[in-house]
């Protein structure tokens, strides 16, 4: 459930129209709803009701500080995956404790700034890492704790892009190698193993695949705690996918995944870390785009937008299906037409959707991408010198600018003219 409803025949989140929005702020322009934020955060905390457990939000999925903030005030801890993104979680208050660091490729500086600042854990991911990392512990005199990635060889089957536990996968130590990696680990001085991490990908539409690594992490536990090792933390990572199309996607819900959870690894009595992102933030956030011009094509007819791939590049990234509506509710029954929604990018891959059945829109009005608040502003470049735009977080009937848009000067001036050119 979100907070994204017609009122009125206009579209509003919680109790904010969006064309006010769109008058204070212009277009484009992401928003986000606290209300659908702290529901999907509550969702996924009582799917792990009885189990302790921590919700480390993937913060890559969307890292506006004030949606950080809010979600640490809840008690969520953070994923995250470089030194900018622990900055940012730090800045919007996150302790250190709270705080777990993945990724593939840690530089000694990430963990410098990680171990001198405060860390739950590192999920280290190869050998290499983990050496580097013992180094660096030494130095600084003190003790790292550690999950060491496992990659299940399991097949999560979603999109190639996002699928990440299958051994072919630049993730993880192969699950058949855990035993050694362990064993070499507890010997590295200024190296704690606290407990084993596994993700398997995102947008996970269905939960065999979780079952199945799961199991898998299940029984690694018992080998490893066999061997000696004192496995007290499971990071199951994120993935639960989210429904894009509204008419016709069903994924699981996070109450069947806690179930999951609860009967492949509840017994082991360890606490339980989740790395949602796309389930807390996907469909908690619109886009905001006007028509620029609606333009007649060869045989169908084209909606160019004020957004483009640049703002959003899910679509032309992955192919990926976001629901386009009408800010100004369709009178019932009207009439649908295809059109190509396209934005005005010098290049063909900036299409959000072809032939979409859509009301008669014209220029000047608005329209909302749906779930958009996962792997939106976040991916967003300035290709084409388009300045970053905006977010906005609304609270019931207030809305605040929580990332304001660039002016042009703001945008060219990092860049500098070389003292031999002046
Ligand atoms: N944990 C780890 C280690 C991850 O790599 C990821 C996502 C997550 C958690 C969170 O996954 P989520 O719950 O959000 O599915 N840009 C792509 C998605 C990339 C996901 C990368 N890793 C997209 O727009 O679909």
Not at 12 to 41: C, K
Not at 394 to 419: K, L, W
Request: net charge negative; proline share 6%.
């Amino acid at each position: 459930m979100d907070h994204f409803l017609y009122r009125d025949g206009i579209l509003h989140a919680e109790d904010v129209s969006i064309p006010e929005v769109a008058a204070a702020v212009g277009t484009p322009f992401y928003l986000y709803s606290t209300a659908t934020l702290t529901r999907h955060y509550q969702v996924v905390s009582d799917a792990l009701e009885g189990m302790p457990h921590l919700i480390c939000y993937a913060m890559k999925a969307n890292s506006n500080q004030a949606v950080i903030k809010l979600l640490g005030d809840l008690g969520a801890g953070m994923d995250v995956v470089s030194g900018g993104e622990y900055h940012r979680a730090r800045a919007a208050g996150i302790p250190g404790e709270k705080i777990v660091f993945s990724g593939v490729g840690k530089t000694v500086a990430e963990m410098e700034l990680a171990l001198t600042g405060g860390i739950r854990q590192f999920n280290i991911e190869s050998e290499p890492e983990m050496l580097t990392l013992s180094k660096v512990a030494q130095k600084l005199g003190v003790t790292a704790p550690i999950t060491i990635r496992v990659n299940p060889d399991v097949d999560a089957k979603t999109h190639a892009k996002i699928a990440t536990g299958k051994s072919e996968n630049k993730f993880g130590i192969p699950i058949s190698k855990a035993r050694e990696a362990y064993a070499q680990a507890s010997q590295l001085p200024g190296l704690k193993v606290v407990g084993i991490d596994v993700h398997i990908g995102s947008q996970l539409t269905d939960l065999e695949p979780y079952k199945h690594a799961f199991l898998k992490v299940a029984a690694l536990t018992e080998i490893l705690r066999a061997d000696g090792h004192e496995i007290t933390r499971l990071d199951l990572g994120g993935g639960l996918g989210i429904p894009y199309e509204r008419s016709n996607e069903a994924p699981p819900l996070p109450f069947d995944y806690g179930r999951v959870i609860s009967e492949t690894v509840g017994h082991l009595g360890c606490e339980i870390e989740v790395e949602p992102g796309r389930l807390i933030a996907g469909n908690a956030g619109i886009l905001v785009t006007s028509v620029i011009y609606r333009k007649e094509g060869e045989g169908r007819d084209f909606l160019i937008l004020d957004a483009a791939m640049n703002d959003l590049i899910r679509p032309s990234m992955y192919d990926a299906h976001h629901d386009i509506v009408p800010v100004r509710e369709p009178v019932p029954g009207a009439d649908q037409a295809p059109v190509d929604l396209v934005g005005p990018v010098c290049e063909s891959g900036d299409t959000f959707a072809k032939q979409r059945l859509m009301p008669p829109i014209g220029a000047g009005e608005l329209v909302a991408f749906r779930s958009a608040g996962a792997y939106g502003a976040v991916m967003s470049s300035e290709y084409n010198s388009r300045p970053l735009i905006p977010e906005v977080l609304v609270n019931r009937d207030q809305f605040a600018v929580v990332r304001a848009r660039p002016t042009f000067d703001e945008m060219i001036s990092r860049d500098t003219i070389p003292e031999w050119m002046r």
